[in-house]
């Protein structure tokens, strides 16, 4: 008899904001494939992730733990040197290949090291950093051997010619808005969804798990043609704080800046579209293998991206275009009960729904909640979230918590706290920590903080030996 659990595919892209799905209320958007992936399932409107950078916040998804459980807590600027999970931490994948799951990844998972694979084709992302494939002091270029060979194959100097367009002078003019120099069949985030497609569609013996990791639209913005037009730039709007400072004054910018500024914002919605587009194949061949039906697919980031948000670009704090992230799950049968759930949840919180989907068991060290009750039409979401950061010289450290309507930061050394109102500032304009009529509010976040750490720091990790 065959194994009636599902097969589970997950989908990550990099550095993704909530507001860039049409599904998510951006009516500008060109994604049908995730809206028609969002009809099928969940969207969760107010999903945060648990850390504003890559590895650590990937970390939490594979564990369904907070960074100061599992202990990967911050990046070094060598990505390489990054210290991974440590040996008694025990991911989802090898959960799954204890439970009889065949698990593989392709793409962009920046797990170090990986384990609980039964196959791998990874990168380590695009690395906008990196103007030379190796020779540089912060290490090899991170899209990586796996890829390298395979294009070489196929486009012998493909390689070398994507780092050597980055030593042009535009692409630090235009802040590494560029038009790919190689075509969408050679492209990282093609080579990607097709090694998901090849291992999806085989015949397996077995339920499979995999990990699906798109690299856009995380910089270098770079779509290749046809992307880099989908969006005219001279259409493009500015995100609602591109002429705010962070304290909430006004910023004057140039005609050159917004003309800078424009071109990155197009070619980062041309990869969003890129990457729809390629779900929209992962969803096609899985409906051609007959397999859709008793397939979970799960859709999300790892955190945001600034985008001239207050005149920034990147990652590493706790606004709402960093921390809110898309998330969408589609069930088995593409029948859940509720279209979609808007209190608070945890991205983190994906772990133990995909152990649960696969009757896998869910441990008691893991934190995270399964979104399954959720899906179902039960359950009930977070009155908190939270999310923490230690900067890349771990010169300090800074934890955020997040409930319906406020939000506080509190952060170590000369750093100051935060607090704001949501429903009054629901752009984060004003920090109101100093605002009396807050004094109760502040108190009792500070406490929402102090118990979700603690309360979380007792739950310690399963012995591989007890799975």
């Known amino acids: 008899m065959a194994d009636p659990r599902p097969n589970i595919i997950l989908i990550t892209t990099d550095q993704q904001r909530y507001d860039t799905l049409g599904c998510l209320g951006a009516d500008w958007m060109k994604t049908p494939h995730l809206d028609a992936l969002a009809k099928r399932g969940v969207i969760f409107r107010h999903a945060y992730t648990q850390n504003p950078v890559c590895i650590p ?67 380590g992302g695009k690395g906008g950093r990196w103007t030379q494939s190796a020779g540089l002091p912060i290490g090899l270029g991170p899209l990586g051997r796996d890829y390298a060979a395979w294009l070489e194959e196929r486009h012998p100097g493909g390689y070398e010619e994507i780092y050597e367009q980055r030593r042009r002078p535009e692409y630090k003019a235009h802040r590494s808005a560029i038009v790919n120099v190689l075509p969408l069949e050679d492209y990282i985030d093609y080579w990607t969804p097709m090694n998901t497609i090849d291992f999806a569609t085989r015949d397996h013996d077995q339920p499979f798990f995999v990990w699906c990791g798109f690299c856009g639209p995380h910089g270098p913005v770079d779509p290749p043609r046809p992307y880099h037009e989908i969006y005219p730039m001279d259409e493009v709007e500015f995100p609602p704080n591109y002429h705010i400072k962070p304290d909430g004054s006004p910023r004057e910018t140039t005609p050159e800046e917004d003309e800078v500024a424009r071109r990155f914002i197009a070619y980062y919605y041309g990869l969003v579209t890129l990457i729809d587009d390629m779900v929209g194949e992962i969803v096609k061949a899985l409906e051609e293998k007959g397999i859709l039906d008793n397939t979970l697919i799960l859709f999300t980031s790892d955190h945001g991206e600034m985008m001239f948000d207050l005149g920034r670009l990147g990652k590493g704090n706790f606004f709402e275009p960093i921390t809110r992230m898309p998330l969408i799950v589609a069930p088995p049968g593409g029948k859940p009960a509720v279209p979609e759930v808007d209190g608070l949840v945890e991205t983190y919180d994906i772990a133990p729904t995909v152990l649960d989907y696969a009757n896998a068991g869910i441990p008691t060290g893991m934190s995270a909640s399964s979104l399954r009750p959720l899906i179902e039409g039960g359950g009930s979401t977070k009155d908190v979230v939270l999310c ?53 509010e502040m108190a009792r976040h500070r406490v929402l903080m102090i118990d979700r750490m603690m309360q979380s720091s007792r739950q310690q990790p399963i012995p591989k030996g007890e799975l």
């Open 57 to 123: 916040a990937r970390a939490c998804i594979q564990t369904g733990r907070y960074t100061h459980q599992h202990g990967v807590q911050y990046m070094e600027t060598i990505i390489d040197d990054t210290p991974g999970l440590p040996p008694w931490e025990i991911t989802i994948m090898e959960r799954l290949q204890s439970a009889g799951y065949r698990t593989a990844a392709y793409g962009k998972i920046h797990m170090m090291p990986e384990k609980g694979f039964h196959e791998m084709q990874v990168c």
């Open 388 to 440: 923490e950061y230690m900067r890349n010289d771990r010169s300090y450290m800074t934890t955020c918590v997040r409930t319906e309507r406020y939000k506080y930061v509190y952060a170590t050394g000369d750093h100051p706290e935060q607090f704001f109102d949501l429903e009054e500032d629901p752009l984060e304009r004003r920090n109101a920590i100093d605002d009396p009529k807050y004094r109760d």
